[in-house]
């Protein structure tokens, strides 16, 4: 498959930690053209050396993050991946955390929460390409995606216990959630770090490629899922997060009841079974 940058944020700047790119399926890059095909968006953490999480890449997310929850955006998958293939992100910026009085800290750490929440909850797919080490706040960030694709040489840990402090952005919840709550606790406790292969026995990803592969397989994922119906799309991820947060099975299905009556009246609908019935491909517009 082609695919093209139609545009970029920021991504001359030096100093820009976080890089925004929209991505089409098709050769046009003309925004006019823009309505009639498929678009993903890929944020590259791009800061230098290990993409180490300080107030300005936060701030980068930020503005990056408020672009994406915009009701009127049309993005239909997310795709989070770094400049370096040595390094997805080491974490919190320690240098810059020890310059921080207790209480800076604090709000730090429920800054870095709060991202990662913002990531986890964006109502499209989110796909994290993971390429060398992710480790502490760069792990969180991966789990706060829905789907992880890892390169061969990739690292995973959760380190913090060893500085005497405990995941703060979400590891110690998202973690056991995904691999089970025995394992997580011994990664935790210990801060044992584990390569692409261990983590996909666990379920810590769901694929390993060749080094250097990971943001590409992400990337021709995003347009694979990309094809399909949007809304239906963002509704089979409200239904099944919603969902889960729930143990009383009547009530996730009256979620998922909900979630089906949303495209029941769509456009897309009709033009779904419109393309089976003719035996052609389906065009999407997300209406």
Known sequence: RQWRKLSSSSSSSSTQHVLMETLSSNNVVAKNEAADHTFITKLTLSRAKANAMGKQMMKDMADCL????????????????????????????????????????????????????????????????????????????????????????????????????????????RLPRLIGISRAKELIWTGRKINGDEALKLGLVDEVVPTGEATTQAVKLGFKIAENGPIAIRASKQAIDCGLQLTNMKEALEIERQCYAKVLPTKDRLEGLAAFKEGRKPKYTGQ
């Open 66 to 173: 408020d672009e994406l929850e915009d009701p009127n955006n049309n993005t239909r998958c997310l795709v989070l991946t770094s400049f370096s293939q040595k390094v997805f992100s080491a974490g919190a910026d320690l240098k810059e955390r020890a310059t921080m009085t207790l209480d800076e800290a604090e709000l730090f750490v429920t800054l870095l929460r709060n991202t990662m929440e913002r990531v986890a909850s964006l109502p499209f797919p989110v796909i994290a390409a993971v390429e060398g080490v992710a480790v502490g706040g760069g792990l969180e960030l991966a789990l706060a995606a829905d789907i992880r694709i890892a390169g061969e040489a990739a690292v995973f840990g959760l380190p913090e216990t060893s500085l005497a402090i405990v995941p703060g952005a979400g590891g110690t919840q």
